[in-house]
């Protein structure tokens, strides 16, 4: 699976929109990428998925390049409970038999 | 809610014993998948089952093992238990192969 790289926190405050940037410079064509939400001691939620392009749903966009060396997840008008580690993976969407963690992006939100 | 339970919520055991973690999978997914997530070693695959047979296998260690029954919960059995296994341990869970997972609330296991 591809490596991605994310910065390892972030702060941001309530009703500001954040924007996450992973870099996976090696990934390849069949090559899925997937976005996870971990808060303290749950298990990791599944946030997002796209290929190409751009992706919405009722809890974040996910913006993809041509090139599909770097993405970003964009996260609406934060508020408290957004705070939680995300976490981007690439990988292809037919073998993803097992999901690799990098270390994250700790995004904290102020009141 | 995620829909995969996993109990129980919490184990404090002693170094030397043994441990059996259980997963239930969300309704209908035939795949479940093992994980452990340490403080200085974030969340490792550990092992994937697929409708009752061994499909991949990552960083689990000898004394480490699992299976899938054929009602398709999950057991994650633990033996020999050193402190460093103390640890998050997740289940996740998906349909078919490749899909989305799924995780669950985790077993929290501290080894003394």
């Known amino acids: 699976l591809a490596k991605t790289t994310q910065p390892i926190s972030m702060d941001s405050y309530e009703g500001q929109e954040v924007n996450i940037t992973c870099s996976h410079n090696n990934i390849a064509t069949n090559d899925y990428i997937t976005w996870y939400q971990q808060f303290p001691s749950q298990g990791p939620r599944f946030i997002i998925q796209g290929y190409k392009t751009k992706v919405t749903n009722e809890v974040a966009s996910l913006f993809i390049p041509a090139d599909r060396k770097s993405s970003t997840l964009s996260l609406p008008r934060v508020s408290l409970s957004d705070t939680a580690v995300y976490y981007c993976?690439?990988?292809?969407?037919?073998?993803?038999?097992?999901?690799?963690f990098g270390t994250g992006t700790r995004l904290q939100v102020f009141p | 809610d995620s829909g995969v339970t996993q109990t129980p919520k919490h184990l404090i055991t002693a170094t030397g014993q043994r441990v059996t973690l259980r997963c239930s999978p969300r309704?209908?997914?035939?795949?479940v998948y093992w994980y452990q997530q340490s403080l200085d070693q974030g969340l490792q695959f550990l092992i994937q089952?697929?409708?009752?047979?061994?499909?991949a296998k990552g960083n689990i260690l000898e004394r480490f093992s699992a299976q899938q029954f054929p009602d398709l919960h999950s057991e994650l059995n633990l033996s020999s238990l050193e402190l460093g296994d103390s640890a998050l341990y997740f289940c996740a869970s998906s349909g078919q192969l490749g899909e989305t997972q799924y995780f669950g609330p985790g077993t929290r296991l501290l080894v003394l």
């Open positions: 309704s209908g997914d035939l795949s």
């Open positions: 089952y697929y409708n009752g047979e061994e499909r």
């Open positions: 993976l690439v990988g292809a969407h037919y073998n993803t038999d097992k999901l690799i």
